[in-house]
């Protein structure tokens, strides 16, 4: 199941887990449930920053995940909940696309 997953971008499935996540916790009204669906989809997108990066920038970027969900939470406070979460989003799939693609490029 993993090689089939390979083909999608690291940096769709960070993005995608953080959107999924809130989804989820939002449409359940079970915050629990969502924190699944982050954290599997997070382990997922560490798995290929892993294996597209290496173990550093691995870590760096779980480190931005972890991040982004937590500053999604007094953004939303400014902005909304899903224009907090779309920003974060974007933000981590930015920094993914940005250091695997300078790891494919070494």
Sequence with gaps: MVAAMAKVPAAAVAASGLVGG???AR???KRPLGGVALAATGALAAY??????GP????GLTVAY???????HPL???????????????SVA???WAVTRRAAQS
């Design 56 to 59: 550093r920038a691995a870590a």
């Design 48 to 53: 290929e920053w892993n294996r597209e990066a």
């Design 22 to 24: 809130y989804g989820v």
């Design 76 to 90: 939303a406070k400014k902005v909304g909940a899903w224009p907090a979460v779309f920003t974060v989003a974007g």
């Design 27 to 29: 449409w359940t009204g």
């Design 66 to 72: 972890v991040a982004a969900f937590a500053g999604s």
């Design 94 to 96: 930015a920094a993914s």
